[in-house]
């Protein structure tokens, strides 16, 4: 864990509801120079705790309506089908998450695709990758809460 202090998680906030701010008007908001913020982001940067800086994009907008969570039972525990498994979600672009998980469930699959057939041919994909036991979708009606923002 990163030591950070007040400012750098005021920093962090700022970064996280806007990653486009000048440094003027991020400086202006944590009350600290144009370079002060600078030195202090390249910090941030530097010890992982900024990995990157993204734009966030709308799915709807782009066709991609249907968010769904699959949920996967495998009956394969080997490590080599764990890296077919985690190789085939970082290729099929329309995975935007993937998580082993503890309980019932082996694993988790968050993706957005635009409708059931785009889902079809998502699912297609991934079994053609890796043998899978069971395997159910729940498709989102509503999505009441979806950030980037880590709790600071």
């Not at 705790?49 to 699959?70: Q, T």
Request: hydrophobic content about 45%; aromatic content about 6%.
């Amino acid at each position: 864990m990163v030591e950070i202090d007040t400012i750098d998680r005021k920093i962090l906030g700022e970064l996280q509801r806007d990653a486009d701010l000048s440094l003027e008007e991020l400086g202006s908001r944590v009350n600290l120079s144009r370079n002060a913020c600078w030195r202090r982001i390249r910090n941030l940067q530097d010890s992982g705790v900024i990995r990157k800086k993204v734009a966030l994009l709308d799915p709807v907008k782009l066709g991609l309506r249907l968010s769904v969570f699959i949920q996967v039972r495998t009956a394969h525990h080997a490590p080599d089908w764990l890296d077919r498994f985690a190789s085939a979600t970082r290729l099929i672009p329309e995975i935007l998450g993937a998580y082993r998980m503890t309980g019932d469930l082996d694993y988790l699959i968050h993706a957005r695709v635009e409708d059931m057939a785009d889902y079809d041919r998502l699912y297609q994909r991934l079994i053609s990758f890796v043998e899978l036991s069971d395997v159910s979708a729940s498709f989102v009606m509503e999505e009441l809460k979806e950030t980037t923002e880590v709790p600071l």
